[in-house]
């Protein structure tokens, strides 16, 4: 299982671009979530999803947008990118009830 | 959900016990304690999980008391790789996937 992961690594985009940052999960997981890490801060939840078709929002859902069409993915689409949106993402998922919540290794973004 | 409140930053030696301990005064009858380590540049991963009295894994220990409104984590034996953040996260398993982490507990171990 490759578990769950993201693309880009790293992306770079200027003030009022579009972009969708994706994540795949291999392991038939219900929940599935998006996570913003500023410099020295904790995780914050942006989005998460409880099954294909249903998604809900987090603490700091404004600028993002989600959708969960398959199990398997749940991407995050920034509208129009705000150098506030400048942040590393982590995307998450598990299954109802289970213990521990597995990450990707998150996509780091800079808005200028 | 109830809030949880950690110390910020602790420092330990190779070889040494370490104890970080979460304070969780509103936990509800449902909540489980959880914790996770995050290595820089990574994501968070599971430590340990419990509900009350202690938990053991090949990793950690899990110290909660009867009135469950603290928790400890302890790590024995730390070194240098145990260098990471540590987030203490309360709540229901209907809960999780929906969870904020915390500031979380800067542990740096030294030589």
């Known amino acids: 299982n490759a578990g769950v992961t993201q693309t880009p690594k790293f992306q770079v985009l200027k003030t009022g671009q579009s972009m969708t940052l994706q994540c795949a999960q291999d392991m038939n997981h219900e929940y599935m979530s998006w996570y913003r890490q500023d410099p020295g801060m904790g995780l914050r939840l942006i989005h998460y999803s409880v099954g294909a078709g249903i998604t809900d929002q987090g603490e700091v859902p404004n600028g993002y947008n989600v959708s969960r069409s398959t199990t398997e993915d749940f991407p995050l689409r920034l509208l129009s990118a705000a150098p506030s949106q400048t942040s590393v993402y982590f995307c998450a998922s598990s299954r109802p009830n289970q213990e521990t919540q597995y990450f990707g290794p998150g996509t780091r973004l800079l808005v200028l | 959900l109830a809030k949880t409140t950690q110390p910020i930053s602790m420092d330990s030696y190779e070889g040494q016990e370490v104890n970080i301990t979460c304070s969780h005064n509103?936990?509800?009858?449902?909540?489980?304690i959880t914790w996770y380590q995050q290595f820089p540049s990574q994501g968070p991963r599971f430590i340990i999980q419990g509900y009350k009295t202690k938990v053991t894994n090949e990793v950690a220990s899990l110290f909660i008391p009867a009135d469950r409104k603290s928790s400890t984590l302890s790590l024995p034996r730390v070194s240098l790789s145990d260098t990471a953040v540590y987030y203490c996260l309360v709540g229901d398993r209907a809960s999780y996937g929906k969870l904020t982490f915390g500031q979380g507990t800067i542990l740096t171990v030294h030589p």
């Open positions: 509103n936990i509800a009858t449902n909540d489980y």
